[in-house]
């Protein structure tokens, strides 16, 4: 997997939300995949005030400790500042000013090659110089060239 540093500044995103932890999103009770779901049926890409309709952020944010505890995860796109007003019942959320450490992962079938990403950065994380802040990170997903069986992601993780 390859990766490389940047700095990114703050981006409104506007989405579908659920709480969940990845104990739970192990076992039968997972709720992620109802989310994608509930995504792709909610229309979000096409309403007025999206920027770039056709990034797919799915954002991982509000986290009560760390990887182990529970976490909030909007899926949707990048608005205006000032786009969607926030009584549109769409979550609304903020992707924090940040230093990301990005990883790209390789090419696959996307229930393959999303969960073998994030096992290479829980590793990466447990021997890394680099410290997570827990801010927010998140997957870019190019909606253009979207094929679920040859799936190329970019996940940021927010660091100091």
């Not at 182990?68 to 796109?77: A, D, K, L, W």
């Not at 990301?100 to 950065?121: C, R």
């Not at 410290?131 to 927010?158: K, P």
Request: hydrophobic content about 35%.
């Amino acid at each position: 997997m390859n990766t490389y540093i940047t700095h990114k500044p703050k981006m409104k995103l506007v989405g579908v939300s659920t709480r969940t932890t990845n104990t739970q999103e192990a076992g039968p009770e997972r709720v992620l995949q109802k989310l994608w779901e509930t995504y792709f049926q909610s229309g979000i890409a096409a309403e007025a005030g999206i920027t770039n309709p056709q990034l797919i952020y799915a954002l991982y944010t509000d986290y009560v400790t760390d990887a182990t505890g529970e976490y909030s995860v909007v899926i949707g796109h990048e608005i205006n500042l000032d786009g969607i007003p926030t009584d549109s019942g769409k979550k609304h959320a903020l992707i924090p000013e940040s230093k990301y450490l990005v990883f790209t992962s390789k090419k696959g079938p996307i229930h393959e090659v999303v969960p073998q990403a994030w096992e290479t950065i829980w590793d990466y994380f447990r021997d890394s110089p680099e410290i997570r802040t827990y801010t927010g990170d998140f997957e870019v997903y190019d909606a253009h060239h979207f094929d679920s069986g040859n799936v190329e992601l970019q996940i940021y993780i927010a660091i100091q």
